[in-house]
């Protein structure tokens, strides 16, 4: 009889290659909302003041409500531009997310899309489209959509803000089987989503050592704490960059504990979110940025 130990090593690696795609699947069905978006949020302010011109700025109306610090007059979103980043995971090419934010009548929209790819995509496919709005003198959420395709999964939802009866609806429907989900959250004057939430903490001068506290929903209310650590030095392939190294982590709420971002914003006025890194119970992704596509 042959040697058992060539059975033994097969039965091993696909015993790994079982927990990989396991793992797997729950860190990229956290991807979107845990490591994609802080890329989205993070691109708030793409253009240093002096650059603006009048007819660029949003009218900047009365402070938000909440205490939080309302956006510089000279703040500027950077309409018709596309951030492209490529995705690590475990060193492995793990896919591509793209974002884009224009403006929409009298609203902010960001669009985003997130694609597995390479060995990582041949183990867990994902294809997610995101959509948000808000209004840019306020910088309070109106609405949000989601559509997931994460392996075997695929759903519709949406999320809608109706601070007259302060109240947050979201509404859920699986493409596979039909089944709807609706539930309802008691929401603040003014509450931000997981996208505009971040453009709120990228048009702040974010020294180190400065803590920054705010709500973010997602159908439910959490209060979330970034911390500007300090600064460091990062290359991606879009060059090498003097940044600032901000942490950002649920406290309270349904994002408490399932996940914690830095996000890398270039340390001038611009504040361009050149890396991300999401950290979750089973592994790491890295978010680098690849280029900029402008229309």
């Not at 990229?28 to 240093?48: C, I, N």
């Not at 699986?174 to 996208?195: F, H, M, Q, W």
């Amino acid at each position: 009889m042959g040697s058992p130990q060539p059975r033994i090593r097969i039965q091993v690696f696909a015993l790994s290659v079982l927990t990989t795609m396991s793992f797997f699947s729950i860190l990229m069905r956290r991807w979107f909302w845990f490591a994609l978006l802080p890329t989205l949020v993070a691109s708030g302010q793409m253009h240093p003041a002096a650059e603006s011109t009048q007819s660029d700025l949003p009218v900047i109306g009365a402070a938000p409500p909440a205490g939080m610090i309302p956006p510089s007059p000279t703040w500027r979103y950077p309409n018709g531009e596309t951030y492209v980043y490529g995705v690590e995971w475990h060193m492995f090419n793990a896919g591509v997310s793209k974002v884009t934010i224009q403006s929409d009548a009298n609203q902010e929209h960001v669009s985003g899309v997130a694609d597995s790819s390479g060995f990582v995509g041949s183990l867990y496919k994902v294809h997610d489209r995101f959509d948000a709005f808000f209004d840019p003198h306020t910088l309070c959420s109106s609405r949000v959509s989601k559509h997931t395709e994460e392996g075997a999964h695929e759903r519709d939802t949406q999320i809608n803000f109706n601070y007259a009866q302060h109240q947050s609806v979201m509404e859920e429907k699986n493409l596979k089987t039909g089944e709807l989900k609706r539930a309802e959250s008691d929401i603040g004057p003014c509450v931000t989503d997981v996208v505009s939430g971040f453009y709120y903490l990228a048009s702040l001068p974010l020294q180190p050592g400065s803590t920054y506290n705010f709500e973010v929903s997602d159908g439910k209310t959490s209060k979330v704490k970034a911390y500007v650590e300090g600064r460091e030095e990062v290359k991606v392939p879009t060059g090498k960059f003097e940044t600032l190294r901000v942490k950002v982590e649920a406290t309270s709420g349904s994002l408490q504990g399932k996940g914690t971002v830095w996000a890398w914003f270039t340390d001038d006025a611009g504040h361009i979110p050149v890396q991300m890194k999401s950290k979750m119970t089973f592994g790491t992704l890295m978010f680098k940025m690849q280029r900029i596509d402008k229309q």
